[in-house]
């Protein structure tokens, strides 16, 4: 099978990318590295009558410190991710999960924006975006509006995107003194999708936990917060009780589907096994 015949478009500003979607009926796609859409085409699984390729505006690129936020293009590539310094410091959970993403020929095109308006419920990036709290800058005709990334991911393969809108940066709180974080994922293979991967990021004061953010995917329709274990977590120090009550109540919040291969209640397993030698780690680092 192959794409049906579409129209191609290659805008140089985000507003004439904008007004060509609109032109389009809205019967339109967006693409920058492809790397989703070009397999989605040829097995018409979408099949738009215009495609209008972001590639090359200049304005989607770049990484830069604001404040208190540290803003990331949409096309940042995936290496790029891997390796730029402000996303190593200021957004670990990207830079631990980078190596982990597909293999390299797919990570020298994938761009994060693409992944994340994806939503794949496997993919890391989604779920790294939800742990560190990130927000989401969508901009449309009619201006521009920051969605939280807890109110982003709304079902399998569905965000908060609005037709015609365009994702164009992630911005992420800095990290700071008392944060630590952790990443890990389960695969048959490097390069695989995760059987189930989970991201970290805990707030420390002194010895105990003040905010938690556990996410784990590949374990339900979208990135899901282990908000039962981050709970108990709270005001507690982190110390192996703590881990093995998190360890407790983490398979309530997961909503595996049925899978021959790996069925649910292994995929629980894996997410307690996860969670338990991420948070040791983390408790290692403070020790």
Not at 154 to 173: K, S
Request: proline share 6%.
């Amino acid at each position: 099978m192959k794409a049906r015949a579409f129209s191609y478009a290659r805008p140089s500003t985000v507003m004439e990318a904008l007004e060509a979607f609109a032109d389009s009926g809205e019967d339109a796609s967006y693409i920058a590295g492809g790397q989703s859409l070009v397999p989605a085409l040829a097995l018409r699984l979408q099949a738009p009558q215009l495609l209008i390729d972001i590639a090359h505006i200049e304005a989607l690129r770049g990484v830069e410190l604001q404040g208190d936020w540290l803003r990331i293009g949409a096309l940042t590539r995936h290496c790029e991710v891997l390796t730029d310094p402000l996303i190593a410091r200021h957004a670990p959970l990207y830079h631990a999960a980078a190596p982990h993403v597909a293999h390299p020929a797919i990570r020298n095109r994938g761009t994060i924006g693409g992944s994340i308006s994806h939503s794949d419920p496997a993919s890391e990036f989604p779920a790294m975006t939800l742990a560190m709290g990130a927000e989401l800058e969508l901009v449309s005709r009619t201006g521009t509006r920051r969605v939280a990334a807890d109110d982003f991911f709304i079902d399998l393969f569905q965000t908060a995107i609005e037709p015609g809108e365009l994702l164009v940066a992630i911005h992420v709180p800095v990290i700071r003194p008392g944060h630590r974080w952790a990443f890990r994922e389960f695969a048959r293979r490097r390069g695989d999708y995760a059987l189930v991967g989970c991201g970290i990021l805990v707030e420390v004061a002194g010895d105990l936990v003040e905010q938690a953010r556990i996410v784990f995917f590949s374990v339900g329709n979208t990135p899901l917060r282990a908000r039962q274990a981050e709970q108990c977590l709270i005001g507690k120090r982190l110390d192996e009780a703590a881990v093995a009550a998190a360890q407790a109540l983490v398979g309530g919040d997961l909503d595996p589907s049925e899978d021959e291969h790996v069925p649910p209640a292994m995929k629980r397993h894996l997410a307690r096994v996860l969670l338990g030698r991420l948070l040791g780690q983390i408790m290692r680092h403070d020790s």
